[in-house]
């Protein structure tokens, strides 16, 4: 059939080109964000909240964004495309920042075990190097590490670095978990056909959940579920990234999604 003038006209008319959002404003590192929040939840849960809680996550969580949008600008090279994220997400988390120190002054002890770990981060970006294995180790730390500095906020400054035992082992428990995931991501998509990274998730679950079964039957520390929990990651550790080989098994979203639930259960029963 003809078509009309009108018709033609629409169809010749050149498509307005949708803006693309320039890169480095919201962190696409998806599993990065429980890995962020539950350390500061827990210690907050554990400790009880106070009022510089809320600067402190503020300034953590902006701070994170700042990381993400300076990882990119380093990797590219300090292009200016890059360069708008980073300048404000700087300045908020200088603002922030200022505010945390005034809220909480006693948390600048904190501060020498981060500054290495931000370093080294920055230099693995720069050399492009940010998702390679010791680069995500380093960023686990940082981010677990947040449990006893939300437990010092608690305390008012009263812990410090002399927080009680529990709060080291759930700390280290959850450094385990979020290492393991590291290990367990790349199994999964960036290293699927590699054995030695197969080998390494398997003996990283395994050992942690020997050791938390230990910890739990000599300790009041850790409860059973929690042990339930890693023999879990244990089984997943194995059958997903062996069922990825095969070209079934779950799909990326998939174990996007079970890592939430995951992560939930861990942080649960943590607590327990």
Same mark, same amino acid.
């Given at each position: 059939?003809?078509?009309? %003038?009108?018709?033609?006209?629409?169809?010749?008319?050149?498509?307005?080109? *949708? *803006?693309?959002?320039?890169?480095?404003?919201?962190?696409?590192?998806?599993?990065?964000? $429980?890995?962020?929040?539950?350390?500061?939840?827990?210690?907050?849960?554990?400790?009880?909240?106070?009022? @510089?809680?809320?600067?402190?996550?503020?300034?953590? #969580?902006?701070?994170?964004?700042?990381?993400?949008?300076?990882?990119?600008?380093?990797? %590219?090279?300090?292009?200016?495309?890059?360069?708008?994220?980073?300048?404000?997400?700087?300045?908020? @988390?200088?603002?922030?920042?200022?505010?945390? $120190?005034?809220?909480?002054?006693?948390?600048?002890?904190?501060?020498?075990?981060?500054?290495?770990?931000?370093?080294?981060?920055?230099?693995?970006?720069?050399? *492009?190097?940010?998702?390679?294995?010791?680069?995500?180790?380093?960023?686990?730390?940082? $981010?677990?590490?947040?449990?006893?500095?939300? #437990?010092?906020?608690?305390?008012?400054?009263?812990?410090?670095?002399? @927080?009680?035992?529990?709060?080291?082992?759930?700390?280290?428990?959850?450094?385990?978990?979020?290492?393991?995931?590291?290990?367990?991501?790349?199994?999964?998509?960036?290293? *699927?056909?590699?054995?030695?990274?197969?080998?390494? %998730?398997?003996? #990283?679950?395994?050992?942690?959940?020997?050791?938390?079964?230990?910890?739990?039957?000599?300790?009041?520390?850790?409860? #059973?579920?929690?042990?339930?929990?890693?023999?879990?990651?244990?089984?997943?550790?194995?059958?997903?990234?062996?069922?990825?080989?095969?070209?079934?098994?779950?799909?990326?979203?998939?174990?996007?999604?079970?890592?939430? @639930?995951? %992560?939930?259960?861990?942080?649960?029963?943590?607590?327990?």
């Amino acid at each position: 059939m003809p078509t009309s %003038s009108h018709e033609v006209a629409a169809n010749t008319r050149p498509r307005k080109k *949708r *803006r693309k959002r320039q890169p480095g404003w919201v962190p696409n590192y998806h599993g990065a964000w $429980a890995m962020i929040t539950i350390p500061p939840i827990v210690g907050i849960i554990e400790g009880g909240f106070r009022p @510089a809680h809320a600067a402190l996550l503020a300034f953590w #969580w902006i701070g994170y964004f700042l990381f993400f949008a300076g990882t990119l600008w380093l990797k %590219s090279g300090f292009k200016a495309r890059y360069r708008p994220p980073v300048f404000l997400y700087g300045v908020a @988390a200088g603002v922030l920042g200022i505010v945390t $120190a005034a809220a909480a002054p006693y948390l600048w002890q904190w501060v020498p075990a981060f500054i290495p770990l931000v370093l080294a981060a920055g230099w693995a970006a720069y050399r *492009r190097r940010e998702r390679n294995l010791g680069s995500g180790l380093d960023t686990v730390i940082a $981010a677990c590490l947040l449990l006893p500095v939300s #437990w010092d906020v608690a305390t008012d400054g009263a812990a410090g670095w002399s @927080a009680t035992p529990a709060i080291w082992i759930q700390t280290a428990l959850l450094f385990g978990y979020f290492a393991g995931t590291v290990f367990y991501v790349k199994t999964n998509i960036r290293e *699927r056909r590699s054995n030695g990274f197969l080998a390494a %998730s398997i003996i #990283w679950h395994g050992a942690w959940c020997v050791g938390i079964s230990a910890l739990a039957g000599l300790t009041s520390y850790v409860s #059973w579920w929690h042990v339930a929990v890693w023999a879990f990651l244990v089984i997943r550790a194995v059958l997903v990234p062996l069922a990825r080989r095969t070209g079934g098994g779950l799909t990326v979203t998939q174990i996007g999604f079970l890592e939430v @639930a995951t %992560s939930i259960l861990v942080t649960i029963t943590l607590l327990l």
